[in-house]
């Protein structure tokens, strides 16, 4: 059989939820053989490959590198996945749409010049830093999604059981508890 | 009091005259989703969560106004109005600032459950991201207005358990908001008798305990049903 | 009073008419283009012309054709004069003695006046809403004191059934129903009360009558208050009708010292009581026990029915909730009999309507028409058509609840039944006419934003569903928007319609759904194309 060539992203967020994926623990052993990590932050690969099967994007869509990167992921990847609660309602992230549109500049004085301790300045440089979006946005308001997995993180067994669908050949439904945000 | 045999969602049950359509299932162990419901102060039927289908009317109708009648046939779990709850849960999200994973009521929020329990597990309308604020201006309590779902079960139990009269509202449509007394700060506020009753009966985390972070805020609603019991039936053993 | 002085009353106010009536509008529309000043002046002019006792100037209600205010109605030649100004009048006097008048006139044959059928407006522009013996000289209160005199509470329900008069307020509940079934609810304390919290945009029906003919929808309270038990009613004016409101307490304080209102009307046993309650902006407190909960003194928002009002209303008791349209039918109906009523209109909607003709068209004004006369008629033969040569393309009726009907279904019958099948309602009575310069899009968010500035706040899908369809309306008018968003907005419609707790939420949908049937083209047309996978090809996202 062929093994299932995967995909994690990490987008606006905190790391939490591929923390929670490492949580798996023996899990990812179980499924070592039938899964290929083919692009992930815990793997050292430098360009979003093609042909992916599924992809766990963890975090909202911040910055412009996110936008882009998001929609080189939607065309090359089968099935896509909100990981965790930035992925699918922005959640944190999205807080600072709260000061409206064009918040960009004083979310920024406020983070690197006023709370800043030591060398106050706001970090320019292009082609590397890239530009705040004007609103943070959960992935499915920029591209389809086709699966959600919410937690802030989301448990590992909760993963697992959606990785588990996902491996026996099923359309994965979670249901309950395991839909709980936060 | 005349008992009256009426079918919900297939089942013949008896209720008493003058019970409502709510009372008379939740007796019967069927489940009907409620939000702005709260034992111990009345009904207003505005969270339209617990809307039933009955036959033989066009209308949908709240259960928790809707009296029973002989001969009624409800149904309260059509896959219309799972639907329906569905969005109405998702409007809600979209309407405030809801962010679960740093809410003082992460766990123990009824707004909360009743999306998973909908089977909601991504909101598929615009985030509106409105700004609003936090009065943290009482000695002991605070009122976050981006958790707020304006259900106004604080405005009845601070009226109709506590006869204080502190809470209100203010403005129209998404614009409305809780008030304390005449839209002043909660700290300034003399008619508060700083009960706590409207945080025991909030079901966000829009009311809550200074001091409780997140996922804290664990309320004891039984009280407020408690007090009414006390002061109405003269019953205080639980 | 009994009914003899009434008489006397009626003779000497008759007797005092003098040879040359000059009607002059004073209602608000005509007042803001100065007809006070005009009035004044006609007045001055007729005195230093020693006319005196042959010309009479008389401040009036609406003469219907508000576009060439101020008017101003000279008999018997039944002329009348339009945009007419203060330094007109010299001119308009010496044109009584034969001179020629270099004012405007319109012709009171037109089409215009020709085709309306007045009931409700029948003193409008006749009588002085100011004195109540101005109204009593055309037979006012008399049937008042028919039905106290002649008839049972239980005659006067049945004579209202038997005249098949619905609700005016919009929806178009039987008003003899509703009679009885207040009638017959258990109570010593009822209440009656008249919703004149008119708030459609380009609606102003009840405020014309209000100005114009206060007297008759205070005698049509009066009545029904006898017919159902009441002893005190309430008018629930809203607070942007000042004329209206002042009107109302002079016509309240003249009724009272006639004793035609208060303890003993015409020395019968019946007591009946009218006070104002002034609304404070809120649209929403035109839905009953919203405006109920208003006269209580709490916040405006409505309850869930039943209980209906005519069970538990105005304080708990016993209410009957009628519209001032409703009220101002009433009097005409006791006058001339349910028979006479039932014999205007069509076989399901009885008697006449008053539109508010507004929008693109050439006659704006006030118009009252038997049931079942065709749009067509009012918008094109009474209402002139579209200005400068232009095509009417829709015509909106029923406001913020209603929807827009397109100019291929111009031949539908004005009846409840009619608009209704073609996804509109008869409203109170708005009617806004566009043409084709107007973009129905346009149209739907701009009602749509009204219902999400005018909801109460209290239930969900109204709060919410009115602020998320208003966006998306939004998004597609600024062309951001695709075929998924259109399908949203359909689903939304649905939603909000079918779980609101109010009218109000119940029909915010309303032109959006209309225009989405006659004019999907439009919607369409700013829709753009998906480009939400970034044009990537993927069998998931497609069936999806």
């Not at chain 1, 992230?93 to 006023?114: C, D, K």
């Not at chain 1, 060398?119 to 959600?148: C, Q, S, W």
């Not at chain 2, 706590?196 to 972070?213: E, I, N, R």
Request: proline content about 5%.
């Amino acid at each position: 059989m062929e093994r299932l060539k995967i995909a994690t992203v990490w987008l606006g967020g905190c790391a939490g939820c591929h923390m929670s994926f490492l949580d798996l623990d023996e899990f990812l052993v179980d499924i070592a053989d039938k899964i290929q990590v083919v692009y992930s932050p815990i793997a050292d690969v430098k360009e979003y490959p093609e042909g992916v099967d599924v992809c766990l994007i963890e975090g909202a869509v911040c910055n412009e590198d996110n936008l882009e990167l998001l929609h080189q992921i939607r065309a090359q990847t089968k099935v896509l996945v909100s990981f965790g609660d930035c992925a699918v309602t922005a959640n944190v992230p999205a807080m600072r749409n709260q000061f409206g549109l064009g918040n960009t500049e004083s979310v920024l004085q406020r983070a690197y010049i006023e709370n800043a301790q030591y060398n106050p300045v706001i970090p320019k440089a292009d082609g590397i830093v890239p530009k705040l979006l004007d609103r943070v946005l959960p992935l499915h308001e920029v591209v389809t999604v086709e699966y959600f997995l919410p937690g802030c993180p989301p448990p590992a067994d909760r993963i697992k059981a959606f990785l588990g669908q996902v491996l026996a050949g099923q359309v994965p439904k979670l249901a309950g508890t395991q839909l709980k945000f936060g | 009091m005349a008992a009256k045999t009426l079918t919900i969602d297939g089942r013949q049950i008896t209720a008493e005259e003058g019970e409502t359509i709510l009372q008379a299932a939740t007796e019967a162990g069927i489940k009907i989703p409620t939000l702005c419901h709260l034992e111990g102060v009345y009904d207003v039927g505005a969270c339209r969560l617990c809307l039933v289908e009955v036959k033989g009317t066009p209308k949908l109708l709240p259960a928790c106004t809707l009296k029973v009648a002989e001969g009624m046939e409800v149904s309260t779990d059509t896959e219309r109005l799972r639907k329906y709850r569905r969005m109405t849960l998702e409007m809600l999200f979209a309407e405030r600032n809801h962010v679960c994973a740093v809410c003082v009521a992460n766990g123990h929020c009824e707004l909360q459950t009743l999306a998973y329990s909908q089977g909601m597990e991504h909101v598929r309308y615009e985030y509106t991201f409105p700004k609003w604020n936090v009065d943290n201006t009482h000695r002991l309590f605070g009122m976050d207005h981006n958790r707020c779902i304006l259900c106004t079960r604080c405005v009845r139990v601070c009226w109709h358990i506590e006869g204080a009269g502190t809470k209100n509202v203010a403005g129209r449509g998404g614009k409305s908001q809780i008030i304390t007394d005449l839209n002043q700060p909660w700290g300034c506020s003399e008619s508060c008798t700083e009960c706590g009753k409207c945080v025991m009966s909030c079901p966000t985390g829009a009311l809550f305990q200074k001091g409780s972070t997140v996922g804290e805020s664990e309320r004891d609603r039984n009280k407020l049903e408690f007090i009414v019991n006390a002061r109405e039936k003269k019953q205080w053993n639980a | 009073m009994i009914l003899n002085d009434l008489l006397q009353l009626k003779e000497k106010e008759l007797a005092a008419r003098k040879k040359i009536l000059l009607r002059c509008c004073m209602a608000a529309g005509c007042i803001s283009s100065n007809s006070t000043g005009v009035k004044e002046q006609l007045e001055k002019a007729v005195a230093e012309a020693g006319l005196q006792n042959e010309v009479e100037v008389r401040g009036v209600g609406c003469m219907k054709l508000c576009c060439e205010g101020p008017l101003v109605a000279v008999e018997p030649a039944n002329e009348m004069y339009v945009k007419v100004t203060p330094e007109n009048a010299p001119s308009i006097i010496s044109a009584l003695q034969g001179g020629q008048a270099n004012v405007d006139q319109t012709d009171p044959n037109a089409a215009f006046f020709t085709k309306q059928l007045s009931i409700v407006l029948a003193n409008s522009g006749i009588v002085n809403p100011e004195r109540i013996e101005s109204y009593v000289a055309l037979d006012g209160y008399l049937a008042l004191h028919e039905v106290l005199n002649e008839m049972t509470p239980k005659d006067v329900v049945e004579t209202m059934v038997k005249s098949g008069l619905r609700g005016r307020g919009g929806a178009g509940f039987p008003t003899g129903l509703k009679w009885g079934t207040v009638a017959k609810s258990p109570g010593s304390k009822k209440y009656v009360i008249c919703n004149a919290d008119e708030g459609d945009p380009g609606a102003f029906m009840d405020r014309s009558v209000l100005e114009s003919d206060p007297h008759s929808v205070l005698e049509g309270m009066a009545i029904a208050a006898y017919a159902v038990g009441a002893d005190q009613g309430y008018l629930y004016v809203r607070a942007e009708y000042p004329l209206a409101i002042a009107r109302l307490q002079l016509a309240i304080k003249q009724a009272k010292q006639m004793g035609l209102l208060g303890a003993g009307i015409f020395e019968s046993p019946f007591n009946f009581n009218v006070d104002i309650r002034i609304g404070a902006g809120a649209f929403v407190c035109g839905e009953e026990t919203a405006l109920m909960m208003s006269v209580e003194g709490k916040r405006g928002t409505p309850r869930p029915r039943p209980p209906f009002p005519a069970e538990s209303g105005l304080f708990g008791c016993p209410t009957l909730l009628n519209n001032v349209e409703t009220f101002a039918n009433v009097p005409a109906i006791y006058r001339k009999g349910a028979d006479w009523f039932a014999g205007i209109g069509t076989e399901k909607s009885k008697g006449t309507k008053v539109f508010a003709l507004a929008g693109k068209i050439k006659n704006t004004g006030l118009i009252e028409v038997p049931m079942g006369t065709p749009l067509h008629t009012i918008v094109e033969e009474m209402g002139g058509g579209a200005p400068d040569g232009g095509k009417i393309k829709a015509v909106q009726t029923g406001g913020p609840s209603g929807g827009c009907i397109p100019a291929q279904h111009l031949d539908t019958p004005v009846d409840y039944e009619s608009l209704g099948k073609l996804g509109s309602i008869m409203g109170s009575g708005g009617m806004i006419v566009m043409d084709e310069g107007t973009r129905m899009v346009d149209v739907a968010r701009f009602f749509m934003e009204f219902c999400m500035d005018e909801s109460c706040g209290k239930c969900i899908p109204c709060r919410a569903g009115t602020v998320q369809m208003h966006n998306l309306l939004d998004k597609i008018l600024k062309r951001k928007a695709t075929a998924r968003d259109l399908a949203k907005l359909e689903e939304l419609c649905d939603m909000v319609r079918n779980t609101s707790l109010c009218g109000l939420g119940q029909t915010a949908p309303n032109p959006t759904l209309s225009t989405l049937r006659f004019f999907r083209n439009e919607y369409e047309d700013l829709l753009q194309p998906d480009t939400f996978d970034g044009g990537a090809n993927h069998s998931q996202t497609v069936t999806k």
